[in-house]
């Protein structure tokens, strides 16, 4: 079996891991006990490119449960857990491409490598996969049904492609999904982010200043975890939107010019690049952390700060240290790539429980619904997020109310009033 890990022998390590992080996906394994009697989708190629975590291991072994020939490699350089991409391997039989701090040219490399069966269907964090389908493999297109994709990033390529009316298939937008970005983007991120920074510095987090830009669903989530933690938190928008929302959420909200200048650890969430640009650096305190949460390393420009520094050295691992030019030092962490990922374990099992019951059953959706769908980006079907709601809620013990049916037939006519 063709694959490309870093140390087969770190294979133990990581099933414990893969265990530990199932214990706490009660939904997917609710899934997986159906998929296993079901087989729906069974001989069906899969290429998933996502975080390479204990989490995404678990998602693959309910893929492989349902009969699917599944694949996997990494949806960031920095993300994969090397013990868990060992175990997959050696353990279960699933081929994959991943190495923690893999270059760009291995990293793609990877993808080329994942899609090598000729998939059906394609998983994405991000759509790189969808765009080396569609453009150094485009021979591979003719036998894909469908897909689906995991993260807002992603998203937005996508309906572009769409848009511009170059999408070869379906996907589905597992982030639209409830079930998906109010929890996952929002706690877990939040969570996770907090964490990455915490592992990578170790500071102290009450009375800092801590910058969040952009307030969706990542930064409320940041936002809200950082300022439970002590931290004065401010925010930077660019949409008056969720600009004001932050400011009645109890936030301090102000443009990235006034906020370099005050900010002890600044935070970009936005899907967005150049968000912390050269003269943001310029207006920096020394002793500045920066990071980014975004899905891409585009957020902070790493190249203007480069330009600034006499010399940088990694001062600790995740944390580079950046000596400008007028004698400050800023410091970088994870190279601008996902700092929860990277210097942390990604979001919590109990969260991605959701996003990945999201991805297997939009999964096999796609396969009994290929025929219908046309060459566009489509929501997760409502009754498929809702049953994902009511699945986790039974597994959390939690028990709630019924309409009657005097309520529904309120809820549903308009001739009742005053
Ligand atoms: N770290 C993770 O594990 C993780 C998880 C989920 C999503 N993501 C990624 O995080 C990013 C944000 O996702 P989201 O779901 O919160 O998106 P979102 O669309 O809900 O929010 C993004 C916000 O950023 C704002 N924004 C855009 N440009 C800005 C700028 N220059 N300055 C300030 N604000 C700006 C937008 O107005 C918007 O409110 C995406 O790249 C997504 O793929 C990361």
Same mark, same amino acid.
């Given at each position: 079996?063709?694959?490309?890990?870093?140390?087969?022998?770190?294979?133990?390590?990581?099933?414990?891991?893969?265990?530990?992080?199932?214990?706490?996906?009660?939904?997917?394994?609710?899934?997986?006990?159906?998929?296993? #009697?079901? %087989?729906? +989708?069974?001989?069906?190629? $899969?290429?998933?490119?996502?975080?390479? &975590? =204990?989490?995404?291991?678990? /998602?693959?072994?309910?893929?492989q449960?349902?009969?699917?020939?599944?694949?996997?490699?990494?949806?960031?350089?920095?993300?994969?857990?090397?013990?868990?991409?060992?175990?997959?391997?050696?353990?279960?039989?699933?081929?994959?491409?991943?190495?923690?701090?893999?270059?760009?040219?291995?990293?793609?490399?990877?993808?080329?490598?994942?899609?090598?069966p000729?998939?059906?269907?394609?998983?994405?964090d991000?759509?790189?996969?969808?765009?080396?389908?569609?453009? #150094?493999? %485009?021979? +591979?297109?003719?036998?894909? $049904?469908?897909?689906?994709?995991?993260? &807002? =990033?992603?998203?937005?390529? /996508?309906?572009?492609?769409?848009?511009?009316?170059?999408?070869?298939?379906?996907?589905?937008?597992?982030?639209?999904?409830?079930?998906?970005?109010?929890?996952?983007?929002?706690?877990?991120?939040?969570?996770?982010?907090?964490?990455?920074?915490?592992?990578?510095?170790?500071?102290?987090?009450?009375?800092?200043?801590v910058?969040?830009?952009?307030?969706?669903?990542?930064?409320?989530?940041?936002?809200?975890?950082?300022?439970?933690?002590?931290?004065?938190?401010?925010?930077?928008?660019?949409?008056?939107?969720?600009?004001?929302?932050?400011?009645?959420?109890?936030?301090?909200?102000?443009?990235?010019?006034?906020?370099?200048?005050?900010?002890?650890?600044?935070?970009?969430?936005?899907?967005?690049?150049?968000?912390?640009?050269?003269?943001?650096?310029e207006?920096?305190?020394?002793?500045?952390?920066?990071?980014?949460?975004?899905?891409?390393?585009?957020?902070?420009?790493?190249?203007?700060?480069?330009?600034?520094?006499?010399?940088?050295?990694?001062?600790?691992?995740?944390?580079?240290?950046?000596?400008?030019?007028?004698?400050?030092?800023?410091?970088?962490?994870a190279?601008?790539?996902?700092?929860?990922?990277?210097?942390?374990?990604?979001?919590?099992?109990?969260?991605?429980?959701?996003?990945?019951?999201?991805?297997?059953?939009?999964?096999e959706?796609?396969?009994?619904?290929?025929?219908?769908?046309?060459?566009?980006?489509?929501?997760?079907?409502p009754?498929?997020?809702?049953?994902?709601?009511?699945?986790?809620?039974?597994?959390?013990?939690?028990?709630?109310?019924?309409?009657?049916?005097?309520?529904?037939?309120?809820?549903?006519?308009?001739?009742?009033?005053?």
């Open positions: 079996m063709k694959h490309d890990v870093k140390d087969l022998a770190l294979a133990d390590k990581g099933e414990l891991r893969i265990e530990w992080a199932r214990q706490n996906m009660p939904v997917l394994m609710a899934i997986q006990k159906r998929f296993e #009697k079901e %087989k729906p +989708l069974k001989g069906v190629r $899969i290429s998933a490119c996502l975080h390479v &975590t =204990t989490e995404t291991a678990n /998602l693959m072994l309910v893929l449960a349902g009969g699917a020939e599944a694949q996997l490699c990494a949806s960031n350089p920095l993300s994969t857990q090397d013990d868990v991409a060992a175990a997959l391997v050696k353990n279960h039989n699933i081929p994959t491409f991943a190495i923690k701090g893999e270059n760009n040219d291995t990293y793609y490399q990877h993808i080329l490598d994942c899609l090598s000729g998939p059906q269907l394609t998983m994405d991000g759509a790189d996969t969808v765009s080396v389908l569609h453009s #150094k493999k %485009k021979e +591979l297109l003719k036998d894909v $049904i469908g897909g689906t994709e995991e993260t &807002t =990033t992603g998203i937005i390529r /996508l309906r572009s492609m769409a848009a511009e009316g170059v999408l070869a298939y379906p996907i589905i937008a597992v982030n639209d999904a409830n079930t998906k970005h109010m929890f996952d983007n929002r706690y877990g991120t939040g969570q996770s982010t907090i964490d990455g920074i915490i592992r990578a510095t170790n500071v102290l987090l009450a009375g800092q200043k910058v969040v830009s952009g307030y969706g669903w990542c930064g409320k989530g940041v936002a809200q975890r950082a300022k439970g933690l002590g931290a004065h938190v401010i925010v930077t928008e660019v949409d008056p939107l969720p600009a004001l929302e932050a400011v009645m959420d109890g936030f301090e909200v102000m443009s990235m010019e006034e906020a370099a200048k005050i900010g002890n650890i600044f935070v970009t969430v936005t899907g967005n690049k150049g968000v912390l640009a050269k003269r943001h650096f207006a920096m305190k020394s002793g500045a952390i920066v990071c980014n949460s975004g899905h891409f390393n585009v957020e902070i420009d790493i190249p203007a700060l480069e330009a600034m520094t006499n010399s940088r050295r990694m001062i600790r691992e995740f944390v580079e240290e950046y000596n400008t030019k007028d004698g400050r030092k800023i410091y970088l962490l190279d601008g790539r996902l700092v929860n990922l990277s210097a942390a374990e990604g979001h919590p099992a109990m969260v991605m429980d959701m996003s990945f019951a999201n991805q297997a059953l939009a999964a959706f796609v396969k009994n619904n290929a025929k219908k769908l046309q060459k566009q980006v489509y929501a997760v079907p009754e498929i997020d809702r049953e994902i709601a009511r699945l986790k809620l039974e597994t959390m013990g939690v028990k709630i109310d019924h309409l009657s049916k005097e309520q529904e037939h309120y809820l549903s006519s308009w001739q009742e009033g005053t």
